[in-house]
Structures are given as C-alpha cells and as structure tokens.
C-alpha cells in the first residue's frame, strides 16, 4: 500500500547541503533499482487487489460497512491507474530512446 509522505518525512529526506556526495550508479544498479520499485509496486497492487477481495468477502457475511468496500476498491483503482502510467511512461521513454539515431 502507498503511505502518503508527512511534511517532516520529506524534511528529513531532503540531501545537506554540507553533506558528502553519492558515488554515481552504475546503469545496472539504477535498471534493477528501477525493476525493484516496479516490482514493489505490482506487489502493492495485488496486495490491494486481495484486500477489496477480503473486504468484500467480509461484507457479503455481514462483517464489513459497504463504505470499507467502496474505500478499499477506489484504493486498488487509484493504485492500478497509476502504475498503469507510470508502465506507460516508461514505454513511451523506451520507444524514443529507440527512434533515436546515433
């Protein structure tokens, strides 16, 4: 699940000025970084995808508010589209990067 980010977490990740530069990554590492995050984010995806399933379940015997099953499915819905753009995004990059000439 996506946690929304405080305004002290984004505080606290904000670079020093003073502090020491990063090495560089190498095109590798920020692939499998990049493949990491999407895989991250399909996993949410299915995580959220098995919860309205269990919340639905849960409101079909009588254990849960049709507001919980509404939340949860609009949850999911807004997780998928955006994973969903960011796939597309990363294939519109790919399809430029490829009509380039060198």
């Given at each position: ?7 002290t ?21 920020l ?8 895989k991250?984010?399909?996993d949410?995806?299915?995580?959220q995808?098995q919860?309205?399933h269990k919340?639905?379940?849960?409101f ?6 049709i507001s ?9 819905q ?7 753009q ?7 990059a790919y ?8």
């Open positions: 699940m996506i946690q929304p980010l405080s305004l977490q984004v505080g606290q990740s904000l670079p020093l000025t003073n502090a020491p530069k990063p090495m560089q990554a190498t095109p590798s590492e692939t499998e970084s990049f493949s990491s995050m999407l991250s984010a399909l949410s995806v299915s995580a995808e919860n309205v919340v639905n379940n849960q079909l015997i009588g254990n849960a508010d919980e099953v509404m939340i949860a499915a609009q949850q999911a807004l997780n998928l589209q955006l994973v969903t960011v796939r597309n995004k990363a294939v519109e399809q430029e990067i490829m009509r380039m000439q060198f």
